[in-house]
């Protein structure tokens, strides 16, 4: 019943700018989190970016500085604007929502940085 749907992944040369979004509709009463991860082949998925619902972020070490994660409540969306890419942000990016005590995952997107 609940759907999230990613949209913004694609190819960019190292240095550039991408800015992912993720909107999640169907039986929401209440979203406590949002946040991004990203995988590779071989190797766990990682927290990118966090948001809660009282507007506090977290941010891995590795992209601090250069992503910026935010919200529309009214659109139960979340973005991630990735700026200063380089070609180690290379990954599936997947969305994740904590709602109705549950978590909803993305299907992901892929994000591919070319030097």
């Known amino acids: 019943q609940v759907q999230l749907v990613e949209s913004g992944g694609g190819l960019v040369q190292a240095g550039g700018s991408l800015r992912l979004s993720c909107a999640a509709s169907?039986?929401?009463?209440?979203?406590?989190?949002m946040g991004w991860f990203r995988q590779v082949p071989g190797k766990q998925r990682e927290l990118v970016a966090g948001i809660t619902s009282g507007g506090m972020t977290n941010y891995s070490d590795s992209v601090k500085g250069r992503f910026t994660i935010s919200r529309d409540n009214a659109k139960n969306t979340v973005y991630l604007q990735m700026n200063s890419l380089k070609a180690e942000d290379t990954a599936v990016y997947y969305c994740?929502?904590?709602?109705?005590?549950?978590?909803?995952w993305g299907q992901g997107t892929q994000v591919t940085v070319s030097s």
């Open positions: 994740r929502i904590i709602a109705n005590a549950k978590f909803y």
């Open positions: 169907g039986s929401i009463f209440s979203i406590n989190a």
